[in-house]
Every structure is written in structure tokens, then in C-alpha cells.
């Protein structure tokens, strides 16, 4: 029989790794994700099976969280065929770069600390390297468009459909035999908030009989964007004229379009003092950007207006470290983006400690923040928090806008879920136990279709 097996995202929101196996022993592997938050350390332990065995690997979009350890698997004997929207190639391999790069310095940093103490040996490697990562980039390749149907193994297809969760994002539906019967099963990937300001919303998902489908936001709805937005706007210009700074820790992908879009349109509408300058201080968010760019035909109708969707006057790309150090003697009336979103590392860490103490500063979360990541401490109230083993008072005031998610809410979940005919199996997977608990309560209720919570490493015939 056919089954699929989840080596992650299962009772947790990352580490996206999904096996299916076919009547014929052909391995369709869905997403190759890297753990985070609370679970970091399992990107250390082996896969669970083998990668020589797998004979494709489906990508459904180029968050960490579901490629992040595509040149691991390679390193670990994958040489399948990888398949997947040419933009969420162009996206995983700025976000694996960046991975393997922030990798190998941290490496390097704490094997030098470890040298003085005489304990190198007990400091881990980093899981690959650049190199690494290039070498994943050099196998086969299918490059797939929306809508259209790709044969893999025999008598076994997938098709691709945008999921409106960043540029390039897909649900997959895959068409595959069992004892001659034809069947499908879909793989949600994570789905895209309706109404997120820079995509166009989710497709409607074509008939299937089996669902594995996303639950991160499953126990909640979402703000109204136009709210969140009035929101952001008042927050940021509170900050501004009271002579404070705007602090935005903002996810490379999706959020900072999101965000540079609102800022353009406050910019032109004159809401901005014409002093104030914004500083997108993300080498990655920077190429990033250039990617929604080049693939500006699958933004939504008020992005594609524009040549240049994200561009304004106000705006300054920030991308040497000199560069963002100079942002450190501007004391009031500046807006700065920085990563990462979770504050787990990069630049915003260094303009955090210098001005999360001031109370005239604010920091605007505008992304989810994972259980065990410093920003997570910040939104549950943390009144001392450290950076770089120095203890920072957090005085700046603390915004938590949701309305921004780049994640379907319930009341979108399922009534994306309700277009799915023939449906007969759900499996929730992508999320926190309890939020999964909530969504299954809430399905129930909607459909005449029991869910089941997903395990790690449970085998579920379909």
C-alpha cells in the first residue's frame, strides 16, 4: 500500500520532511526542512531513512523551515531529481547561502572560544557549507509552472498550484495507482493569508481523496489586513514624531515585500516626515527583493502596476556591515528592517541592543515568533533579555501586529479545505500540538471528516 511517513513537522511548525512511498518502492520526498526554535538541535540527528533510496524531492516553497537541509541530504547519498517553481529555486538557494554562510561563522567563532578553554572537540560542524549547498543545485532539475502536470514515475504525476504563501509557493497535488485504482493526495505546503497585500490569494485545490494540510495558525483568525495596516501606520508614525526609532525585525521573504509596500505607499502619500529614512539593512531581504522583481507576474494586481513594486525615495539598501553600523549614530526619526524575523540571529540583534533600552524606541513584530526564540521572549513580556552575554532592559515599546501572516487563519483553512471534493482523509501536520487540537475540534464541526494529528515518524496508509 501507499504510505507516507513525516520525519518533521509533526506536533511542531518546523523541520518540514514528508516521505511517500509508492506500491512500487518509488520514494517521492516532500520538502526537506530545518528545525528551529526549541528543536534546533534535531538537525544533528540522522534523517530516519536513507536519502540514497528517494527518488524525488518536492519543494513547496524556500523557507528555511522546508529547505534548509536539502545540501545535507545531499551530502547524506540524495540524488534524485529535485522539482519545483523556478522562483522558489531562485529562493531556496539565497536562503541556503545565507544558511551555510551564517553556519560556518558561527562555527568558526565558538571553536575559537572553545580553543581557550581546551574544548574544540565538543563543538558541532556546521551541517554543510557553501560548497554544500552548490553541489545540491548541480542535480537534476524539473522546473515546473502552475497548473501544469509533471510526470515523475510511472503512471505517477504531480501538479503544482500557488499557494500564496511567498512568491513561488505551491500546494502539491500528486496523482499516483493503487491496485489500479487512480487516487491523489495533496500536500497543502503552508498556505497564503487571502488578503497579505503583495500575492494573489491561495487556488482552489482540485479533488483528492487524501489531505495533509498546514495547520500553524490553526487555532485563531487573523486581524483584518486593513486594520493591521492602520495599525503598523500609527505605530510608526507615534515613533517617529515622539523622536524615537522604528525597529522591524522582518523575515527576508514575503514580509519585508509586504512591509516595503506600505512603507512606499505612506512615502507617497506624504504620511512619512520627508526626513525620515528607511533602512532595509538585510543583504538577504535586498536579494530577495530582486527575486519578487523578476518574477513580478505572480505578485497581485496592485504590485504589478508598478515596474518597480518595492522601490521609493525614502528607502536605503543596506548591505556592508560599515554601512549598518552608521545607523547606530542616527538617534531618532529612522525606520529600520533587519533580520531575522525571529531575532534568533543577525542585525537586528546589534541595533537591539543599542536601542531597545530607550523608551522613546518601539519594535514592531509584523512575523510568528517560534516557541525558545528571542523574539518570542519579547512579545510574552520579557522585562531583561541578552544579546552577545550582556544583559539589555527592554524599555522600547513592544507592537505585535498579526494581521501580517503570511500563514492562512482557521476560518481560512477551512473553508479552503470545504472546495476539496471526494475528500475522505485529513492529517494535520505543520504546527504546535495545541493549535493542531483546536483546528481538529474545529473541522469536525465543519465536516463530516475525522483529522488526525500527525506523529513523528508514524507510517499512515493512504
Known amino acids: 500500500m501507499v504510505t507516507v511517513t513525516s520525519y518533521g513537522a509533526a506536533k511542531t511548525v518546523t523541520g518540514s520532511c514528508h516521505v511517500m512511498e509508492l506500491e512500487d518502492s518509488t520514494k517521492i520526498m516532500i520538502d526537506c526542512g530545518m528545525f528551529q526554535g526549541t528543536e534546533e538541535h534535531r538537525n544533528y540527528e540522522p534523517f530516519g531513512f536513507d536519502p540514497k533510496s528517494v527518488d524525488y524531492l518536492l519543494i513547496t516553497h524556500g523557507h528555511l523551515d522546508h529547505v534548509g537541509r536539502i545540501p545535507l541530504l545531499?551530502?547524506?547519498?540524495?540524488?534524485?531529481t529535485i522539482v519545483a517553481t523556478e522562483a522558489?529555486?531562485?529562493?531556496?538557494?539565497?536562503?541556503?547561502?545565507?544558511?551555510a554562510k551564517l553556519m560556518?561563522?558561527?562555527?568558526?567563532?565558538?571553536?575559537?572560544?572553545?580553543?581557550?578553554?581546551?574544548?574544540?572537540?565538543?563543538?558541532?560542524?556546521?551541517?554543510?557549507?557553501?560548497?554544500?549547498?552548490?553541489?545540491?543545485?548541480?542535480l537534476d532539475k524539473i522546473v515546473v509552472n502552475y497548473g501544469k502536470r509533471v510526470k515523475l514515475a510511472k503512471k505517477v504525476s504531480a501538479i503544482f498550484y500557488d499557494a500564496g504563501h511567498i512568491i513561488g509557493s505551491s500546494f502539491i497535488e500528486i496523482r499516483y495507482p493503487e491496485f489500479s485504482i487512480k487516487k491523489s493526495v495533496i500536500f497543502s505546503g503552508d498556505l497564503g493569508n487571502k488578503k497579505n497585500g503583495v500575492l494573489p490569494p491561495p487556488q482552489y485545490p482540485p479533488s483528492a481523496s487524501t489531505l495533509f494540510v498546514e495547520s500553524t495558525y490553526g487555532d485563531r483568525l487573523h486581524r483584518s489586513y486593513k486594520d493591521s495596516v492602520t495599525e503598523f501606520k500609527r505605530a510608526v508614525i507615534d515613533t517617529i514624531l515622539s523622536g524615537?526609532?522604528?525597529?522591524?525585525?522582518?523575515?527576508?521573504?514575503?514580509?519585508?515585500?509586504?512591509?516595503?509596500?506600505?512603507?512606499?505607499?505612506?512615502?507617497?502619500?506624504?504620511?512619512l516626515p520627508s526626513s525620515t529614512k528607511v533602512f532595509l539593512d538585510s543583504p538577504m531581504a535586498i536579494k530577495t527583493t530582486k527575486v519578487y522583481q523578476k518574477h513580478r507576474y505572480l505578485l497581485a494586481k496592485r504590485c504589478k502596476k508598478s515596474d518597480k513594486p518595492f522601490k521609493f525615495k525614502q528607502l536605503i539598501p543596506v548591505t556592508t556591515v560599515e554601512e549598518s553600523k552608521k545607523i547606530n549614530y542616527?538617534?531618532?526619526?529612522?525606520?529600520?528592517?533587519?533580520?531575522?524575523?525571529m531575532c534568533t540571529g543577525g542585525r537586528i540583534l546589534h541595533h537591539f541592543k543599542h536601542r531597545l533600552w530607550n523608551r522613546k524606541n518601539s519594535v514592531i513584530f509584523v512575523g510568528y515568533q517560534a516557541k525558545g526564540t528571542l523574539g518570542r521572549e519579547i512579545v510574552d513580556g520579557a522585562k531583561f533579555i541578552k544579546i552577545f552575554d550582556e544583559e539589555i532592559v527592554v524599555r522600547a515599546k513592544i507592537y505585535t501586529i498579526n494581521g501580517f501572516s503570511a500563514h492562512a487563519d482557521q476560518g481560512e483553512l477551512i473553508e479552503w479545505i470545504l472546495?476539496?471534493?471526494?475528500?475522505?482523509?485529513?492529517?494535520?501536520?505543520?504546527?504546535?500540538?495545541?493549535?493542531?487540537?483546536?483546528?481538529k475540534t474545529a473541522l469536525s464541526n465543519a465536516l463530516n471528516i475525522k483529522s488526525h494529528i500527525v506523529t513523528d515518524r508514524e507510517k499512515i496508509f493512504i
Open 419 to 439: 472546495e476539496i471534493a471526494d475528500l475522505q482523509k485529513i492529517f494535520l501536520i505543520h504546527g504546535e500540538e495545541e493549535k493542531q487540537k483546536i483546528l
Open 74 to 80: 545531499v551530502k547524506d547519498g540524495f540524488r534524485g
Open 244 to 271: 524615537g526609532n522604528v525597529l522591524i525585525p522582518s523575515f527576508a521573504i514575503e514580509r519585508t515585500q509586504q512591509i516595503l509596500c506600505i512603507l512606499k505607499e505612506m512615502s507617497q502619500r506624504g504620511e
Open 88 to 99: 522558489t529555486l531562485d529562493i531556496a538557494k539565497i536562503v541556503l547561502l545565507d544558511a
Open 330 to 341: 542616527l538617534w531618532s526619526g529612522n525606520i529600520i528592517i533587519a533580520g531575522s524575523g
Open 104 to 138: 560556518e561563522e558561527d562555527y568558526k567563532t565558538r571553536y575559537k572560544k572553545a580553543l581557550r578553554k581546551g574544548k574544540e572537540k565538543l563543538v558541532k560542524k556546521p551541517l554543510y557549507t557553501e560548497e554544500d549547498v552548490k553541489k545540491a543545485f548541480r
